[in-house]
């Protein structure tokens, strides 16, 4: 299973973009790479998604490498609402289920 | 949202005690998921299921059984709990086994004493 690797934590201050990096070194060709968040108590919230090619949606931005090993989230305008877990998940391919394997993500904290 | 109701919201119970968790969606959705999470070790993949009476096991199954006897539900049954079972538990459903993103319930929070 590919793995990803996150910093723990990152600030970012109001209105500016917040830039949240994966490393997926090991993922295979066929794999996407998911962002998901985490409000305190509440269920992870799907992001964005992509293969190959960078992706954009009404919350954020997906830049992916040429080479895919590695991936940019980007909330463009970042706000108090932003601060949460964020995380970066790439979808295991096999069987007869899209299961997501988590990592422990990134603390986002957006600061006034 | 996504259309997903997980109850109860809070359980606490002992040691020994047979516990239910349900998760009902009304997406229409074929897969559904759970997970449970717990400190220093994120979300960990409990049980899933690909249709109606068709389930399989994750990376933390023991302790758990599942059923679905209908789409729109989930159970996921802990026949004896155990203090390490205390965790917030998350149902999830996705819509194929595409790159359809899964969406989450709000968890249940259960605590064994």
Redesign the interface.
């Known amino acids: 299973d590919a793995k990803t690797t996150q910093p723990p934590s990152m600030d970012c201050a109001e209105g500016r973009a917040a830039n949240l990096p994966c490393n997926h070194s090991t993922i295979s060709g066929n794999e996407?790479v998911?962002w998901y968040r985490q409000i305190h108590?509440?269920?992870?919230?799907?992001i964005i998604?992509g293969?190959k090619n960078n992706e954009t949606n009404e919350m954020a931005s997906l830049i992916i490498t040429e080479d895919r090993k590695s991936s940019t989230l980007i909330l463009p305008h970042a706000t108090l609402r932003d601060t949460a877990v964020y995380?970066c998940i790439v979808?295991v391919e096999g069987?007869?289920?899209?299961?997501?394997?988590?990592?422990?993500?990134t603390l986002l904290a957006v600061q006034p | 949202d996504a259309g997903i109701t997980q109850s109860p919201r809070h359980k606490v119970t002992e040691t020994g005690t047979p516990v239910t968790l349900r998760c009902h969606q009304t997406e229409n959705h074929r897969y559904m998921y759970w997970y449970r999470q717990d400190p220093g070790h994120g979300l960990r993949l409990i049980h899933y299921s690909y249709g109606v009476k068709d389930t399989d096991k994750g990376e933390v199954s023991d302790g758990y059984s599942v059923s679905r006897s209908k789409t729109e539900d989930f159970l996921l049954t802990l026949e004896s709990a155990t203090s390490s079972q205390t965790s917030v538990y998350f149902c999830a459903i996705s819509a194929n086994q595409g790159p359809s993103p899964l969406h989450f319930g709000n968890g249940t929070r259960l605590t064994v004493t």
């Not at chain 1, 108590?41 to 799907?46: E, I, L, R």
Request: net charge positive; no cysteine.
């Open positions: 996407y998911y108590s509440q269920g992870p919230q799907y998604h293969l995380y979808r069987g007869a289920t899209n299961k997501l394997i988590f990592g422990t993500g």
